[in-house]
């Protein structure tokens, strides 16, 4: 045994299974998040129950099962609730999803199993997904047709058909609104801005306040074509209802430019359900968020969270680079270099926040406010560039980062031998070409893997970008259509803020806590995607280069 210990073989068995029990709870972690969040697109069961309340009255509730919990029957004696049988010690309670918001206030509840008198699945119990007030829940029995009431044989066919059309009319509509009467807007206001700049400047001459005049004249008789278009669409999509029986018996007309789908869930076959699974897991990637970011999707985040990464990438990587070759291959060793090193060390320390308030002031008050007097005074004292937006956030993501890059880089050059520059110095290539075509290559890999780091760390900060450009709900992304097509100047949504958002601002916190897990399973994927995609070029950086090595 004391060789055993001595030979050193129980550190490395010690050592392996610390390192085996770190991946085991990460991707533990991982899977929770997945499954917690994963599962709330799966289509559940809608039950209609019959109940009782502590007058004895009975009431219908339908709904679907969200969680459940045994409750300690003293403490329901406490709060004042009575039984009509003997319990034991403990009761099950059930919270509900009950839907139809305008009509019965927050769409959950809980319900206790002993004031439960019958329960049951009704196979055309209908789901509603609607654009405001959450899901309905319901028996559709008729349709009305702009504005009468029609008798069909198959009304769940009828229902979804009038879906389609409304739902494809109102898509309509929004591409007409985001595309041509978002260009017309964005053009009349550099017209107008246009004019301001002459006039600040003292060039405002009739000729060119007629050309601007002529040029707004010619948008505004485009507007008001597209307009009274897409006002059309917005009839046509509002023109048909829907007449729905809820849990109160009562009958209720829902307008069809509000319902998004439908879908009876309690006769979906496992096949059915896995189908319903993936059309909304599609929509919670492709969508835009909507009801206070607790519904719909979060594509506008996913795109701003890799837009700024990838713009941070881009900036932080030539600035590490060069600043790491610098120290490394021309700086002299002295108490300078020193103290520098131990400062770009010191830096990767300092709490993100304090980047947040360093590019607050720097970037956004002082180097965009000076952008704006130079180049855009006409738009003040609206601020451009002067207000948080994704260029700074990328920029004072680029300096949390930079650290990284440097450490990595400065390794990596560390460990190519001498005699290579001494052998490129000496077949006659001049310093910089031995660092172009000799040095920079072989130390690629590892300037890959800073660049690796730096995203990781990147993607998941939220705290700095809380001040210098995330926004809860961006209108327009940094990317369109209207020239110069990348507006750096803009606000943008980023996984990380929406997933604070959703889990601590939300009105609605049931509704929003499945959104919580699938935002962050989402978040780590596009982490992982992004890492993926860098390792991926390490690797093909290092196989190409490996010659050089020999």
């Given at each position: ?170 898509e309509q509509a929004l591409s007409l609104q985001k595309g041509v009467i978002g260009s017309i807007n964005y053009e009349l ?172 002031g720097f970037f956004v008050y002082m180097f965009g406010g000076t952008l704006d007097q130079l180049f855009y005074p006409e ?172």
């Open positions: 045994m004391g060789k055993w210990f001595k030979s050193g073989s129980p550190w490395i068995w010690m050592t392996s299974g610390a390192v085996s029990i770190s991946l085991i709870a990460v991707l533990g972690l991982l899977l929770l998040i997945a499954w917690r969040g994963l599962s709330y697109f799966w289509p559940a069961d809608i039950y209609q129950w019959e109940m009782k309340n502590q007058q004895g009255e009975r009431y219908t509730l339908i709904g679907e099962i969200y969680d459940k919990e045994e409750v300690p029957t003293e403490r329901l004696i406490a709060a004042g609730h009575k039984f009509d049988t003997e319990v034991g010690d403990n009761v099950t309670r059930y919270l509900v999803k009950t839907g139809n918001r305008e009509f019965v206030g927050l769409d959950f509840r809980w319900i206790l199993a002993t004031d439960i008198i019958s329960r049951s699945k009704p196979e055309d119990i209908a789901v509603i997904e609607r654009s405001k007030n959450g899901d309905f829940y319901g028996y559709p029995i008729a349709i009305i047709e702009d504005g009468k009431r029609l008798t069909s044989q198959d009304i769940e066919a009828d229902f979804e058909s009038h879906i389609d059309r409304a739902v494809d009319l109102n206001e550099n017209l107008r801005l246009k004019a301001r700049s002459y006039e600040l400047d003292n060039a405002l001459t009739d000729s060119r306040k007629a050309e601007i005049e002529a040029a707004k004249a010619k948008l505004n008789a485009e507007y008001l074509v597209v307009e009274k278009e897409f006002f059309a669409l917005k009839t046509q999509a509002g023109r048909d209802a829907v007449v729905i029986r809820d849990m109160r018996g009562e009958e209720v007309t829902l307008k069809l430019d509000t319902i998004l789908d439908v879908a009876y869930a309690n006769r979906l076959s496992f096949i059915g359900k896995i189908g319903h699974w993936f059309v909304g897991v599609g929509k919670f990637v492709s969508d835009d968020p909507r009801e206070a970011n607790t519904e719909g999707g979060v594509f506008p985040a996913i795109f701003g969270t890799v837009f700024m990464v990838m713009l941070m990438a881009v900036i932080v990587t030539p600035f590490g680079v060069i600043a790491a070759i610098y120290l490394h291959e021309y700086a002299k060793k002295g108490p300078v270099t020193k103290m520098i090193r131990i400062a770009v060390i010191n830096l990767a320390g300092v709490p993100s926040i304090v980047y947040g308030v360093f590019g607050l738009a003040l004292p609206a601020p451009t560039f002067g207000s948080p937006g994704v260029i700074w956030s990328a920029l004072t993501l680029a300096i949390l980062t930079l650290p990284v890059v440097i450490v990595s880089t400065e390794e990596g050059l560390s460990r190519i031998p001498s005699s290579v520059r001494q052998g490129s110095l000496a077949l006659g290539a001049t310093k910089a070409e031995t660092l172009w075509r000799i040095i920079i290559p072989m130390a690629s890999p590892a300037i890959m893997t800073g660049l690796i780091l730096a995203v990781a760390r990147a993607a998941g900060e939220v705290a700095p970008l809380m001040l210098v450009g995330v926004v809860k709900l961006a209108p327009t992304l940094p990317i369109d259509m209207n020239f110069p097509f990348v507006h750096l100047e803009r606000k943008f949504m980023h996984l990380g803020f929406h997933i604070y958002d959703v889990g601590f601002q939300s009105p609605n916190v049931e509704a929003a806590r499945p959104l919580v897990y699938a935002t962050s399973f989402l978040l780590v994927s596009v982490i992982v995607a992004l890492n993926l995609t860098a390792i991926g070029v390490r690797n093909h950086l290092r196989e190409k280069y490996r010659s050089l090595e020999h």
